[in-house]
């Protein structure tokens, strides 16, 4: 392939071309791949593939990333039967292509190409974190449904490095293709269990690709890190409903209007009574 510069030089292509070996040409093609636009993979991919001209080359080079995409972006999938989506991400990965939807207490194939889910099979989360992890997506759930216009979220449940932890993760998009960009927002969150205290890590994503009159990516990214109280928060709790609620609730004397001297305890009628029984 040649290129006549403006100034009637002749660049040889083909030379650079040849000095790529195979290995090369799949570390470019899989990179390519891995910075598809949100909305714009099939594109990127047919484009990959008309360059490389090689199909044997382009397997050897997708087999792998085609799922590292998936997983990165949170691509979402609908499993027939089933209302709510689900989002591919590496801690649903249960290996040989199958995922877990922890609300649904299912497992199932994802075929990264067409981005289909299919032979579901029941599948339990761990019983220990259960019951965090089903009030974390309830609560998850809610707030994607008031803030997100197309908000999908998945909430996994897992024991890591012998921590209960909890995994939030937050998918929304829009694709605008005829108007020229495509858009998507992710964010993943992370808390350890522990008897005082849950330390909490997140990762926003966001990712936008606008190609009208031009052709601009913005990729941005903000790491949050906090320290979340639990056993004092609680004990704050209970102790401020000691001062009211639980006061309003009972009498401050007993019905005599005296407090009860436990030093003199026989002196009342009832340990007498009690005594003689």
């Not at 799949?26 to 001209?53: C, K, W």
């Not at 972006?73 to 027939?80: A, L, M, N, R, S």
Request: charged fraction near 20%; glycine fraction near 6%.
């Amino acid at each position: 392939m040649m290129l006549r510069g403006g100034d009637g030089v002749c660049f040889k292509m083909a030379a650079a071309e040849e000095q790529l070996s195979d290995r090369d040409r799949v570390n470019i093609a899989t990179n390519f791949i891995m910075h598809a636009p949100p909305g714009e993979f099939n594109e990127v991919f047919n484009d990959v593939r008309s360059l490389m001209n090689n199909d044997t080359l382009l397997k050897e080079a997708t087999v792998h990333a085609f799922a590292q995409y998936n997983m990165e972006q949170f691509t979402p999938v609908k499993i027939e039967g089933y209302d709510d989506q689900v989002l591919i991400t590496e801690h649903g990965n249960l290996g040989n292509g199958r995922f877990v939807d922890p609300k649904n207490k299912l497992s199932f194939k994802f075929d990264h190409v067409k981005k289909e889910g299919s032979d579901v099979h029941p599948q339990e989360g761990e019983p220990a974190i259960e019951s965090w992890r089903s009030a974390c997506d309830n609560a998850v759930r809610a707030y994607v449904k008031n803030h997100y216009p197309y908000g999908i979220c998945t909430i996994y449940g897992k024991t890591i490095n012998g921590q209960q932890t909890i995994i939030a993760c937050i998918e929304n998009h829009q694709f605008q293709p005829h108007n020229f960009w495509n858009g998507r927002w992710r964010s993943e969150w992370k808390f350890n269990i522990a008897s005082s205290s849950a330390q909490l890590t997140g990762v926003l994503k966001i990712q936008v690709h606008y190609y009208e009159d031009g052709n601009v990516q913005l990729m941005s990214q903000k790491d949050v890190q906090e320290t979340l109280p639990i056993t004092t928060a609680i004990c704050e709790n209970y102790n401020a409903m000691s001062d009211t609620t639980f006061k309003a609730l009972r009498r401050s004397l007993p019905v005599t209007r005296t407090k009860v001297d436990w030093n003199k305890i026989m002196s009342y009628r009832i340990a007498q009574e009690m005594q003689s029984a």
